[in-house]
Protein backbone atom coordinates (compact mmCIF):
# COMPACT_ATOMS: atom_id res chain seq x y z
CA UNK A 1 0.00 0.00 0.00
CA UNK A 2 0.98 3.49 -0.06
CA UNK A 3 2.71 5.60 2.99
CA UNK A 4 4.82 8.09 4.16
CA UNK A 5 6.89 7.62 6.64
CA UNK A 6 8.33 10.89 8.88
CA UNK A 7 10.87 9.50 11.42
CA UNK A 8 11.32 12.39 13.44
CA UNK A 9 8.59 13.85 15.61
CA UNK A 10 10.39 16.52 16.93
CA UNK A 11 13.51 18.34 15.71
CA UNK A 12 15.17 21.30 17.83
CA UNK A 13 17.52 23.49 16.38
CA UNK A 14 19.87 26.47 16.49
CA UNK A 15 19.10 29.41 14.60
CA UNK A 16 21.64 29.33 11.34
CA UNK A 17 22.34 25.57 11.50
CA UNK A 18 21.19 23.54 9.13
CA UNK A 19 17.79 21.99 8.78
CA UNK A 20 17.15 18.27 7.75
CA UNK A 21 13.92 16.50 7.70
CA UNK A 22 13.76 13.32 6.81
CA UNK A 23 10.57 11.51 4.81
CA UNK A 24 10.67 8.48 3.13
CA UNK A 25 7.73 6.55 1.36
CA UNK A 26 6.03 3.80 -0.29
CA UNK A 27 3.89 3.60 -3.26
CA UNK A 28 3.39 1.16 -5.50
CA UNK A 29 3.42 4.29 -8.34
CA UNK A 30 5.34 6.76 -9.32
CA UNK A 31 3.97 9.38 -7.34
CA UNK A 32 3.97 13.33 -6.30
CA UNK A 33 5.83 13.96 -3.28
CA UNK A 34 4.26 17.09 -1.11
CA UNK A 35 5.48 19.47 1.83
CA UNK A 36 2.85 21.07 4.03
CA UNK A 37 4.11 23.44 6.25
CA UNK A 38 1.46 24.52 9.36
CA UNK A 39 2.71 27.30 11.88
CA UNK A 40 0.80 27.63 15.41
CA UNK A 41 -3.03 28.15 15.13
CA UNK A 42 -2.99 28.19 11.50
CA UNK A 43 -4.20 25.61 8.41
CA UNK A 44 -1.90 23.90 6.37
CA UNK A 45 -0.51 24.74 3.52
CA UNK A 46 2.16 23.80 0.57
CA UNK A 47 5.68 24.95 0.91
CA UNK A 48 6.80 22.53 -1.94
CA UNK A 49 5.70 19.79 -4.42
CA UNK A 50 8.28 17.42 -6.52
CA UNK A 51 7.97 17.91 -10.02
CA UNK A 52 7.86 15.23 -12.68
CA UNK A 53 10.74 16.42 -14.72
CA UNK A 54 13.28 15.49 -11.66
CA UNK A 55 13.84 19.73 -11.05
CA UNK A 56 14.22 20.21 -7.64
CA UNK A 57 11.90 22.54 -5.65
CA UNK A 58 12.97 25.70 -3.76
CA UNK A 59 10.78 27.88 -1.59
CA UNK A 60 11.22 30.08 0.62
CA UNK A 61 14.73 28.58 1.38
CA UNK A 62 13.94 25.35 1.55
CA UNK A 63 14.04 22.32 -1.18
CA UNK A 64 13.85 18.87 -1.30
CA UNK A 65 15.12 16.19 -3.57
CA UNK A 66 13.13 12.86 -5.12
CA UNK A 67 15.15 10.27 -4.68
CA UNK A 68 13.42 7.49 -6.37
CA UNK A 69 16.28 5.11 -6.00
CA UNK A 70 15.83 5.33 -1.79
CA UNK A 71 12.15 6.62 -2.24
CA UNK A 72 13.05 9.74 0.21
CA UNK A 73 12.21 13.44 -0.12
CA UNK A 74 14.20 15.16 2.49
CA UNK A 75 13.60 18.62 3.35
CA UNK A 76 16.63 20.99 3.88
CA UNK A 77 17.31 24.62 4.47
CA UNK A 78 20.93 25.94 4.30
CA UNK A 79 20.45 28.05 7.43
CA UNK A 80 17.61 27.74 10.00
CA UNK A 81 15.44 30.97 10.91
CA UNK A 82 13.12 31.43 13.91
CA UNK A 83 10.23 32.03 12.08
CA UNK A 84 10.62 28.22 10.44
CA UNK A 85 9.47 26.89 13.59
CA UNK A 86 6.57 24.62 12.77
CA UNK A 87 5.12 21.61 12.23
CA UNK A 88 5.90 19.76 8.96
CA UNK A 89 3.86 16.90 6.79
CA UNK A 90 5.25 15.54 4.14
CA UNK A 91 2.24 13.72 1.76
CA UNK A 92 2.69 11.42 -1.02
CA UNK A 93 -0.10 11.32 -3.81
CA UNK A 94 -0.19 8.27 -5.68
CA UNK A 95 -1.16 7.79 -9.50
CA UNK A 96 -4.52 6.45 -8.14
CA UNK A 97 -6.46 6.21 -4.93
CA UNK A 98 -8.10 9.52 -5.82
CA UNK A 99 -6.55 11.00 -2.15
CA UNK A 100 -3.17 11.65 -0.48
CA UNK A 101 -1.25 9.78 2.35
CA UNK A 102 -0.13 12.71 4.69
CA UNK A 103 2.97 11.41 7.41
CA UNK A 104 2.82 12.05 10.91
CA UNK A 105 4.39 15.53 11.16
CA UNK A 106 8.05 16.56 12.33
CA UNK A 107 7.27 19.56 14.70
CA UNK A 108 10.42 22.15 14.15
CA UNK A 109 11.95 23.98 17.15
CA UNK A 110 14.23 26.71 16.16
CA UNK A 111 15.49 28.69 19.50
CA UNK A 112 17.38 31.75 19.56
CA UNK B 1 -5.17 32.62 -3.94
CA UNK B 2 -7.84 29.47 -3.37
CA UNK B 3 -10.57 30.01 -0.76
CA UNK B 4 -11.83 27.58 1.69
CA UNK B 5 -14.06 28.69 4.40
CA UNK B 6 -15.47 26.61 7.65
CA UNK B 7 -18.34 26.90 9.89
CA UNK B 8 -18.40 27.22 12.83
CA UNK B 9 -14.89 28.07 13.53
CA UNK B 10 -15.52 26.12 17.05
CA UNK B 11 -18.00 24.42 19.05
CA UNK B 12 -19.20 23.27 22.05
CA UNK B 13 -20.91 20.15 21.47
CA UNK B 14 -22.71 17.85 24.28
CA UNK B 15 -22.22 14.18 24.30
CA UNK B 16 -24.92 12.13 22.48
CA UNK B 17 -25.89 15.11 20.13
CA UNK B 18 -25.36 16.00 16.93
CA UNK B 19 -22.96 18.16 15.43
CA UNK B 20 -22.60 19.52 11.73
CA UNK B 21 -19.49 20.94 10.13
CA UNK B 22 -19.65 22.99 6.84
CA UNK B 23 -16.79 23.58 4.36
CA UNK B 24 -17.48 25.91 1.27
CA UNK B 25 -14.87 26.53 -1.46
CA UNK B 26 -15.04 28.79 -4.61
CA UNK B 27 -12.05 26.92 -6.17
CA UNK B 28 -14.57 25.23 -8.55
CA UNK B 29 -12.62 22.36 -7.46
CA UNK B 30 -13.69 18.43 -7.94
CA UNK B 31 -12.19 17.36 -4.58
CA UNK B 32 -12.68 17.83 -1.17
CA UNK B 33 -11.81 16.31 2.07
CA UNK B 34 -12.06 16.18 5.85
CA UNK B 35 -9.48 15.84 8.34
CA UNK B 36 -8.98 15.71 11.70
CA UNK B 37 -6.10 16.25 13.92
CA UNK B 38 -5.05 15.45 17.11
CA UNK B 39 -1.88 16.32 19.04
CA UNK B 40 0.30 13.75 18.48
CA UNK B 41 -1.69 11.88 15.34
CA UNK B 42 -1.45 14.53 13.27
CA UNK B 43 -3.85 14.74 9.80
CA UNK B 44 -6.18 11.57 9.56
CA UNK B 45 -8.08 11.18 6.36
CA UNK B 46 -12.09 11.29 7.56
CA UNK B 47 -14.68 11.10 4.17
CA UNK B 48 -13.51 12.89 0.78
CA UNK B 49 -15.01 13.21 -2.41
CA UNK B 50 -14.52 13.58 -6.06
CA UNK B 51 -18.03 14.90 -7.14
CA UNK B 52 -20.93 16.26 -6.24
CA UNK B 53 -23.10 13.87 -4.31
CA UNK B 54 -20.86 11.02 -4.18
CA UNK B 55 -18.90 10.44 -0.69
CA UNK B 56 -15.54 8.14 0.21
CA UNK B 57 -14.45 6.66 3.80
CA UNK B 58 -11.13 7.62 4.53
CA UNK B 59 -8.84 6.22 6.92
CA UNK B 60 -10.96 6.89 10.14
CA UNK B 61 -14.78 7.25 9.03
CA UNK B 62 -16.84 5.32 12.24
CA UNK B 63 -18.47 7.80 13.98
CA UNK B 64 -18.46 10.22 11.21
CA UNK B 65 -20.79 10.93 7.93
CA UNK B 66 -20.38 13.12 5.18
CA UNK B 67 -22.47 14.62 2.73
CA UNK B 68 -21.59 16.69 -0.62
CA UNK B 69 -24.58 18.11 -2.14
CA UNK B 70 -23.06 20.27 -4.16
CA UNK B 71 -19.52 20.72 -6.13
CA UNK B 72 -18.78 24.36 -3.26
CA UNK B 73 -20.13 22.23 -0.33
CA UNK B 74 -19.45 19.55 1.85
CA UNK B 75 -20.35 19.02 5.45
CA UNK B 76 -19.39 16.21 8.16
CA UNK B 77 -21.88 15.24 10.43
CA UNK B 78 -21.39 14.07 13.88
CA UNK B 79 -24.93 12.13 14.38
CA UNK B 80 -23.76 10.87 18.09
CA UNK B 81 -20.51 12.98 19.05
CA UNK B 82 -18.80 11.70 21.88
CA UNK B 83 -15.85 12.90 24.20
CA UNK B 84 -13.22 10.75 21.83
CA UNK B 85 -14.22 13.44 18.87
CA UNK B 86 -12.72 16.28 20.68
CA UNK B 87 -10.41 18.07 17.87
CA UNK B 88 -9.67 20.28 15.20
CA UNK B 89 -11.56 19.35 11.97
CA UNK B 90 -9.84 20.52 8.99
CA UNK B 91 -11.75 21.19 5.19
CA UNK B 92 -9.67 20.86 1.94
CA UNK B 93 -9.86 20.86 -1.38
CA UNK B 94 -7.86 20.25 -4.96
CA UNK B 95 -8.84 20.64 -8.63
CA UNK B 96 -7.03 16.89 -8.78
CA UNK B 97 -6.16 14.73 -6.44
CA UNK B 98 -2.42 14.85 -6.84
CA UNK B 99 -2.51 18.95 -6.70
CA UNK B 100 -2.21 20.94 -4.10
CA UNK B 101 -4.93 21.14 -1.42
CA UNK B 102 -6.10 23.99 -0.35
CA UNK B 103 -7.25 24.56 3.99
CA UNK B 104 -9.66 25.98 5.41
CA UNK B 105 -8.74 27.74 8.65
CA UNK B 106 -9.97 24.70 11.00
CA UNK B 107 -12.96 24.37 13.04
CA UNK B 108 -11.80 23.40 17.15
CA UNK B 109 -14.83 20.85 18.27
CA UNK B 110 -14.88 20.16 22.31
CA UNK B 111 -17.21 17.54 22.97
CA UNK B 112 -18.32 17.60 27.11
Known amino acids: GDSVTQTEGLVTLTEGLPVMLNCTYQSTYSPFLFWYVQHLNEAPKLLLKSFTDNKRPEHQGFHATLHKSSSSFHLQKSSAQLSDSALYYC???????????FGDGTQLVVKP | EAAVTQSPRSKVAVTGGKVTLSCHQT?????MYWYRQDTGHGLRLIHY???????EKGDIPDGYKASRPSQENFSLILELASLSQTAVYFCASSGLFQDTQYFGPGTRLLVL
Open chain 1, 91 to 101: ALSPNSNNRIF
Open chain 2, 49 to 55: SYVADST
Open chain 2, 27 to 31: NNHDY
